[in-house]
């Protein structure tokens, strides 16, 4: 069974860019901007390696994300869960996220594993457990 209700995910499918927060183990939040994309009850996000918050998804294994239309009346929506770190199989995800960053018709070929490992590239896998604030999807 899905966590995210139809007009969560075709919202999510819309938007293309989103505000991660991670908490490292001392308890600090750090939140950024970031591309994404989705795989059915996950957000997968392109970072590098060295970046906080990939140190703080391997640190505490969590995640939230709040996504926001641009226009009147800015709908929103934010997920939590459980992340983790990939480095295997990330060449497609990598690919779609490129596809939404450079609006392009199609995604570019995969990279792989290797090629992304060379230049410090991973994903953060974000597993939707729980919605929380949806607002004006509907409208």
């Not at 480095?87 to 490129?98: L, Y």
Request: aromatic share 6%.
């Amino acid at each position: 069974m899905t966590v995210l209700p139809d007009s969560v995910q075709a919202f999510l499918d819309e938007q293309v860019v989103g505000v991660l927060a991670t908490r490292s183990a001392g308890g600090r939040v750090h939140q950024s901007i970031v591309y994404y994309t989705r795989d059915g009850d996950e957000l997968l996000i392109s970072t590098e390696a060295p970046r906080r918050k990939a140190r703080d998804v391997e640190e505490t294994g969590w995640a939230s994300v709040c996504v926001m239309g641009h226009e009147r009346p800015f709908p929103s929506v934010t997920v939590y869960g459980a992340a983790s770190i990939r480095r295997e199989d990330i060449g497609p995800a990598t690919a779609r996220i490129a596809q939404r960053m450079l609006a392009l018709g199609e995604p570019p070929e995969p990279q792989s594993d290797e090629a992304l490992a060379g230049v410090g590239r991973v994903i953060i896998a974000v597993e939707v457990e729980r919605v929380g604030p949806a607002n004006y999807l509907d409208r």
